[in-house]
Structure formats: C-alpha cells, structure tokens
C-alpha cells in the first residue's frame, strides 16, 4: 500500500479531526503533497498543500479551520480540522500535488460530519 489514510469518522457540527497519510514514496522529502477531497457525487479536489520547504495553500472553504503539516522523518502528512461543517463530508485522500509523481490513490479516510 503506498498511502494509508487514517482519521476519518464521524464528528458533530464544531467538532475537529486529525487526518494522516503515511505515503511510501521514496522521494517523499523532495515533493509538494496535497490533502484531496470528494464529497459524495461530486469530483476529487485538493483543499490543501504542503511543499517540500514547508509552504501551505488552503482552499478557500477551509482556510482558517484546516492546517497541514508534514513530518519528513515518517514521511506523513496530516490535516488538522477544526470547525467542521457537514460541507466537509466527504472522502479523504493524500497524494503528491503534481500529476506525474503521484501513485496509485489508496482507499482513502471518510469523514462525516452531522448537523
């Protein structure tokens, strides 16, 4: 398995959840990863992205309630959720950002997030 997500569940309204990704990609370190999405029908987007340096990007539906971080040693990357809104449900995945060093997309985490 080359990314194993884990976090998902269900939470109330306000309520915060840690996601983690741990990817088996060998150049982990020197990549720009990214936290998707795909709420129930609709297309997998990103809502969040860390680059090799550190440096974060957040959709603009999550800033200020969702922080990434990564931890190069583990080779993870985690999404802090705060605030949660049923607007947030949805599946869960990591990947590198760029199409051309990204692997196979794993099962992913699902969170679900009731009013």
């Known amino acids: 398995v080359q990314l194993q997500a884990s976090g998902g569940g269900l939470v109330q309204a306000g309520g915060s959840l840690t996601l983690s990704c741990t990817a088996s990609i060998s150049t982990f370190r020197d990549i720009a990863m990214a936290w998707y999405r795909q709420p129930p029908g609709s297309e997998r987007d990103a809502v969040a992205t860390i680059t090799a340096g550190g440096t974060v990007y957040y959709r603009d539906s999550v800033k200020g309630r969702f922080t990434i971080s990564r931890d190069n040693n583990k080779n993870t990357v985690y999404l802090q959720m705060n605030n949660l809104n049923p607007g947030d449900t949805a599946v869960y995945y990591c990947?590198?950002?760029?199409?051309?060093?990204?692997?196979?997309w794993g099962q992913g985490t699902l969170v679900t997030v009731s009013s």
């Open positions: 990947n590198a950002l760029t199409p051309g060093r990204q692997v196979p």
